[in-house]
């Protein structure tokens, strides 16, 4: 028997037109052709003040967090900004329980105008990821803005380079996690029962 996993999309950049949410595009619809249903959740949406005041009774942050609740599989994506993620995503990450990850499966996205601070997503958002007590944190995608044009429509689409990273990541997304069994782990063995081999 296979889980149906609930993903989530979370959209950490503060702007409107954003590259960092192209790569979500991109995963969206390489996730809806593999037959995926996806939620999305676009930080900028919320109010910024119960964000800024931390007020987790907001019935839009309730519904937020709630979203993140029934996820069992988050791509999350951000911009860099000064060597990190963004600050609204730190916000809404600090709303979150202190094991609002367990169990899921993360797939961390970044962009930065350069290659210079690719290792934000580890040495910055990974351990978050992990205080928050993710099950999996999948290696992340970092591109640079000149790997993210705009298209003639105003969107930003992922050039090659990237598109095939992020096809990558979908495809260890769907073999590694969307076919785990129903139990997350083995039945325990009594000691009893271990056969050694010498
Ligand atoms: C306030 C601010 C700080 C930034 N800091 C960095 C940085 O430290 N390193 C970097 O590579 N790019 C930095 N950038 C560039 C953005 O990370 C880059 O343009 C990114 O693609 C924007 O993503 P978005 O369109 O999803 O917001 C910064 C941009 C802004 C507005």
């Keep these: 028997m296979t ?6 999309l979370i959209a950490g950049s503060p702007s409107e037109q954003s590259r960092s949410s192209g790569l979500l595009d991109w995963v969206s619809q390489r996730l809806t052709q593999h037959g995926q249903t996806v939620d ?9 003040a119960a964000l800024l005041l931390a007020d987790w ?6 519904r937020a967090i709630e979203q993140v609740a029934r996820a069992t599989v988050i791509v999350v994506a951000t911009p860099v900004y000064k060597a990190a993620y963004s600050g609204v995503l730190k916000v809404f990450l600090d709303l979150l329980p202190q094991t609002a990850l367990k169990g899921k499966t993360l797939l961390p996205l970044a962009t930065g105008g350069s290659p210079h601070h690719m290792l934000a997503l580890d040495y910055a958002l990974r351990p978050v990821l992990q205080s928050l007590s993710a099950r999996h944190i999948l290696p992340g995608v970092y591109a640079t803005d000149s790997q993210v044009p705009q298209s003639s429509g105003g969107a930003y689409e992922p050039g090659a380079d990237i598109s095939t990273r992020l096809d990558e990541a979908v ?16 039945e325990p063995v009594a000691f009893s029962r271990v056969r050694c081999s010498v």
């Design 3 to 8: 889980v149906q996993p609930s993903v989530l």
């Design 40 to 48: 999305r959740l676009h930080i900028r949406e919320l109010p910024a």
């Design 57 to 62: 009774k907001h019935p839009a942050l309730v």
């Design 171 to 186: 495809s260890t997304l769907m073999t590694e996690t969307f076919r785990l069994p129903a139990t997350t782990g083995f």
